[in-house]
């Protein structure tokens, strides 16, 4: 899991893995709201770290869109950015693009561009199997990092289940790899309900230096309404440098 709360990553996450299941073949396009906000703690340290996200978009049955804005504060400074990004989830095949860009920033990336696909290699009524890529290219003060993320993901048809692990691959403008993974799991409690998980040791990137961070996080979705739903996080992480941290998320999606 990332240690930032990132716009659009849950939704994408959540197609992928589901890879063109029947879930939303007959969902209209409406649009959606999705309010993002986390506090972290740093054990020893007497500091105020929180991100805060804002995303507005149109979903529809087999696609979505949106534009976002992220504030992340750090140590008393403020940084933002503004992207948008379009996701399309077809028969087999799933993608997705954006962009998005910050001023003077020290910690979050001057731009980031964001691309992905899925593809479905096997499917029957009970699971479905599928192959991902990932790449990221975020500028920095120091430099430009490309982040490859190569995995797969298996589709439970029984309570929407899903597991997947992703490889993680960072080059940073040293010229250095650096390696690791990240495994993901979820189900569908009852149809109010959802669990899911995050574990991993693998490359992060922020303030322009690329660390190995260990990482797990727990997460449930709460639907309250068919058109409103909650989403609580709690996620723990621990860095070869720097500080570790301990992140409580809240959010909510609205659709109308």
Not at 163 to 184: E, T
Not at 190 to 200: D, K, M, P, Q
Not at 235 to 250: H, Q, Y
């Amino acid at each position: 899991m990332r240690r930032q709360l990132d716009p659009g990553r849950w939704l994408t996450a959540m197609l992928v893995a589901t890879c063109a299941t029947p879930v939303t073949a007959q969902t209209p396009p409406e649009w959606q709201a999705d309010l993002d906000a986390g506090v972290s703690v740093l054990p020893g340290r007497d500091t105020s770290w929180s991100d805060f996200v804002l995303s507005l978009g149109r979903v529809g049955p087999d696609s979505a869109t949106a534009a976002w804005v992220q504030r992340a504060r750090r140590f008393g400074s403020s940084e933002y950015l503004i992207g948008a990004r379009h996701e399309h989830i077809g028969d087999a095949l799933a993608w997705y693009g954006g962009a998005a860009v910050g001023t003077d920033n020290r910690f979050l990336p001057d731009w980031r561009i964001d691309a992905g696909v899925s593809q479905r290699v096997r499917r029957n009524e009970r699971r479905s199997d599928a192959i991902r890529l990932g790449a990221t290219i975020a500028r920095y003060d120091s430099g430009t990092f490309v982040t490859l993320t190569p995995g797969a993901v298996r589709y439970f048809a029984v309570r929407n289940a899903f597991v997947g692990i992703d490889a993680i691959a960072v080059v940073a403008p040293d010229a250095r790899w650096r390696f690791g993974a990240r495994g993901q799991a979820g189900i569908d409690l009852n149809h109010r309900l959802s669990a899911r998980a995050w574990l991993g040791i693998a490359p992060e990137t922020e303030r322009g230096r690329t660390d190995i961070v260990k990482s797990a996080a727990l997460g449930v979705v709460v639907a309250a309404t068919q058109r409103r739903n909650f989403r609580l996080t709690l996620a723990g992480e621990n860095r070869a440098r720097g500080p570790d941290r301990v992140t409580v998320s809240i959010g909510v999606t609205q659709k109308f």
